[in-house]
T-cell receptor, first 113, second 114 residues
Framework: AQSVAQPEDQVNVAEGNPLTVKCTYSVSGNPYLFWYVQYPNRGLQFLLKYITGDNLVKGSYGFEAEFNKSQTSFHLKKPSALVSDSALYFCAVRDGGYNKLIFGAGTRLAVHP | SAVISQKPSRDICQRGTSLTIQCQVDSQVTMMFWYRQQPGQSLTLIATANQGSEATYESGFVIDKFPISRPNLTFSTLTVSNMSPEDSSIYLC???????????FGPGTRLTVL
């Protein structure tokens, strides 16, 4: 069965510092990995994905994520955090061609001025 | 990407009543999905809706409680039936689009049941 773990309920970062939001996954086949962001009272917005190819993928708003097959991880990163990045971040995985998307529990990112 | 709208954006309902949520997409899609996000929780897939066939429900969700319609390739509805306070959640529809079947989400419907 496929699963996603986001081990941190909340991440606190000072503005201008680098940020990392962690995600690990478990699938039986090839993982399709995604990051979404949810701002208050808004739906989910797609940030980036890994399907195949380069392990470092770049997405919206300056975010990037690194696929690490040996560690089964897909951590979200940004070199310099903004206060406006404060939101709820969800990692999601799909097992290859199967359409069901499984979401992690979410990590609340708080960027302080 | 995809432009997805949902109606209503929010509602407050009485116990025992039903609410139908509409989801409209800007272009034709094969598969539409309905998710529930309970307060402080992650997203849980309720069902997958293909046009012209019965929706496929996930474990823990049944058609009598969450009937779904999919009359065409741009529209779907989810009804939350005989509501109780435990049904208070955000309900989101999503569609797949693109070569890698990315999922895009609507803005959600925030439901409060009193």
């Amino acid at each position: 069965a496929q699963s996603v773990a986001q081990p941190e309920d909340q991440v606190n970062v000072a503005e201008g510092n680098p940020l990392t939001v962690k995600c690990t996954y478990s699938v039986s086949g090839n993982p399709y990995l995604f990051w979404y962001v949810q701002y208050p009272n808004r739906g989910l917005q797609f940030l980036l994905k890994y399907i195949t190819g380069d392990n470092l993928v770049k997405g919206s708003y300056g975010f990037e994520a690194e696929f690490n097959k040996s560690q089964t991880s897909f951590h979200l990163k940004k070199p310099s955090a903004l206060v406006s990045d404060s939101a709820l971040y969800f990692c999601a995985v799909r097992d290859g061609g199967y359409n069901k998307l499984i979401f992690g529990a979410g990590t609340r990112l708080a960027v302080h001025p | 990407s995809a432009v997805i709208s949902q109606k209503p954006s929010r509602d407050i309902c009485q116990r025992g009543t039903s609410l139908t949520i509409q989801c409209q997409v800007d272009s034709q899609v094969t598969m539409m999905f309905w998710y529930r996000q309970q307060p402080g929780q992650s997203l849980t897939l309720i069902a997958t809706a293909n046009q012209g066939s019965e929706a496929t429900y996930e474990s823990g969700f049944v058609i009598d409680k969450f009937p779904i319609s999919r009359p065409n390739l741009t529209f779907s509805t989810l009804t939350v039936s005989n509501m109780s306070p435990e049904d208070s959640s955000i309900y989101l529809c999503s569609v797949e689009r693109g070569f890698d079947n990315e999922q895009f989400f609507g803005p959600g419907t925030r439901l409060t049941v009193l």
